[in-house]
């Protein structure tokens, strides 16, 4: 891709909530930003002994040149465990009603919300069982789920332990919840900090932020791209 390394302005973008973007979008982010930004992978340490991992890659790995003319902007790490500032952010987004529905309705209907979640090509460990992927997902998108309590300790109480097939259900529902808040309540941080504008191509996130910062009374920019024909 053929992309300008001379910035057209001051406004400055953070992509979220994921770490690479498709093509298509960082060139529609590099015809309207002066740079933008990238956090590295979200491994995410739930205890000393649980998590997720994290990959090395990077958005200017492909792009040399914009990251040596500051137009991409990488390097923000979002790894380790969560501080008390971000477990309360995450866990006002889980008592909240609105938050919560609107997970839901992701998981049920958004095809690319639930692969940002899970990998459902294959079979999901659950528990101490494997459970092929379309099974798994009814089980996970189930409405009562929707209602239950969930909240960072929570998740960490079902990690320290064996769980049951219904239990490992909770544990990767919660867990879901968990890393989808964090990268909203990271994105918060860093646009607040940097003062960047936060930029999706991701609708369900778009809108999961926006619910956020509607009921923390928070000012900051928040777009979503929509992504036609790819």
Request: hydrophobic share 40%; charged share 25%; glycine share 6%.
């Amino acid at each position: 891709m053929n992309l300008s390394t001379t910035p057209p302005g001051e406004r400055l973008a953070l992509y979220y909530p994921f770490h690479l973007c498709h093509e298509r979008t960082l060139r529609s982010l590099l015809e309207e930003y002066a740079s933008v930004h990238f956090r590295d992978y979200m491994a995410l340490r739930v205890t000393a002994m649980s998590g997720t991992t994290a990959y090395m890659d990077r958005m200017g790995d492909a792009h040399p040149e914009l990251v040596a003319s500051g137009r991409i902007v990488q390097g923000y790490s979002v790894s380790g465990p969560l501080d008390a500032e971000a477990i309360t952010a995450v866990n006002r987004d889980l008592e909240d009603d609105a938050w919560r529905s609107q997970f839901h309705i992701a998981l049920l209907a958004d095809r690319r919300f639930q692969r940002g979640l899970f990998d459902l090509s294959h079979g999901v460990r659950i528990g101490r069982s494997m459970v092929p992927g379309p099974a798994a997902l009814l089980r996970l998108a189930e409405e009562p789920r929707q209602r239950r309590a969930y909240s960072v300790q929570e998740l960490q109480r079902l990690s320290e332990r064996q769980l049951s097939l219904e239990e490992g259900y909770d544990y990767e529902y919660a867990l879901a919840l968990v890393k989808t808040s964090a990268s909203l309540a990271y994105t918060v941080r860093l646009c607040l900090r940097h003062g960047l504008e936060a930029v999706t191509d991701s609708k369900a996130h778009f809108r999961l932020l926006q619910q956020t910062l509607a009921r923390d009374q928070l000012t900051l920019t928040n777009r979503w791209i929509p992504r036609q024909g790819y």
